[in-house]
């Protein structure tokens, strides 16, 4: 019976949202976001989420000002997902997400004078249908992720993958013995 009470909860709870706080925040109902998903949607950015999207845990979803959000039917996000969009994420249907997975499609900008700025820059993020990316992957402004990619454990993304790809990070073990 919990996912039961968990989705209409949640229905309410974002009915109530997309009512009083933004009219562009569209939830497509059966979904079961869990109750600790947290939503930070300005008034005016636009965010979609399809039918029979499911998270498991905490997981973020950030929509900054005039930022777009469309994650499609039958997403899976796993424990600690986090999408932080200033401009466009879009997240095509069926795709699976591991644990701890981020999506920025921001960073700031930085110059050797002033170090860190507050100012970003910003690229959309295109993700294929299909797709299945790994725990602890970072994906990068500016990167396009054709269908049905599987991306690896631990990967930064920042580019184009092409569709069908497998993607891993040559991470080498290095083994040394303690000396006495």
Not at 20 to 38: A, D, Q, V, W
Not at 89 to 97: E, S
Not at 130 to 146: D, E, F, K, P, Y
Request: glycine content about 8%.
């Amino acid at each position: 019976m919990k996912p039961y009470f968990r989705t209409i909860w949640n229905s309410i709870r974002y009915s109530l949202l997309c009512h009083l706080r933004c009219k562009n925040l569209i939830f497509k109902f059966p979904n079961l976001l869990g109750y600790n998903t947290r939503l930070v949607v300005d008034k005016t950015s636009y965010v979609y989420v399809g039918k029979k999207v499911i998270s498991d845990g905490r997981c973020s979803i950030i929509a900054d000002k005039n930022a777009r959000i469309e994650i499609g039917e039958g997403v899976y996000f796993n424990e600690g997902m986090m999408i932080s969009s200033k401009k466009s994420v879009v997240i095509g249907a069926g795709c699976q997400f591991g644990p701890n997975v981020k999506i920025f499609d921001n960073d700031h900008c930085f110059n050797k004078k002033q170090g860190v700025l507050s100012k970003h820059n910003m690229e959309s993020i295109v993700i294929g249908k299909n797709c299945w990316i790994a725990s602890n992957t970072v994906i990068l402004r500016g990167s396009v992720i054709g269908d049905n990619c599987v991306i690896g454990a631990g990967c930064i993304v920042k580019g184009n993958i092409p569709t069908s790809s497998i993607v891993t990070q040559e991470n080498s073990l290095k083994i040394v013995s303690l000396k006495e």
